[in-house]
């Protein structure tokens, strides 16, 4: 079953060992994200267009970098793409899944930057998406 965190619950589970994973575009990601953060986006724009559509690598990647057992904090804007990430990630065998209602910015709940957590416009070597994707091509 998927669980349901606060931005400062989903904090202190990251501070435990949990990887939050944020599941906004590469852009959005790039602009400010939690501390810590792995970016695997759910949706990216279409180059064309600039329509955001499904990123057909998600889960892909998603099982190439992590474990199904992985603690895993799922984080996007305001809630509702990880909501619908956390179902998808369900669905394909991940069991220790934890939606941060919040999001980054929050919405219906307190989002992680204006709560005052952790954030950072830098990734470290592996947080990017490029990374992720990469090691994915790998195996």
Not at 26 to 35: I, V
Not at 93 to 106: A, K, P
Not at 108 to 116: A, E, K, L, V
Request: glycine residues 10%.
């Amino acid at each position: 079953p998927i669980t349901h965190a606060s931005v400062t619950d989903a904090h202190a589970a990251q501070q435990q060992g949990s990887m939050y994973v944020d599941v906004r575009s590469t852009e959005e990601f790039a602009r400010g994200h939690a501390a810590g953060a792995v970016n695997v986006p759910l949706l990216e724009p279409d180059e064309d267009t600039g329509v955001m559509l499904p990123n057909p690598d998600f889960v892909r990647v998603m099982k190439a970098n992590f474990p199904p057992d992985a603690p895993l904090l799922i984080g996007c804007q305001s809630g509702g793409r990880s909501a619908r990430a956390s179902r998808m990630l369900e669905a394909f065998g991940y069991t220790n899944i934890t939606n941060i209602t919040g999001g980054f910015e929050g919405g219906q709940d307190p989002g992680w930057q204006p709560s005052g957590l952790p954030t950072t416009t830098s990734a470290a070597p592996g947080e990017t998406y490029a990374a992720l994707l990469a090691a994915a091509d790998l195996q």
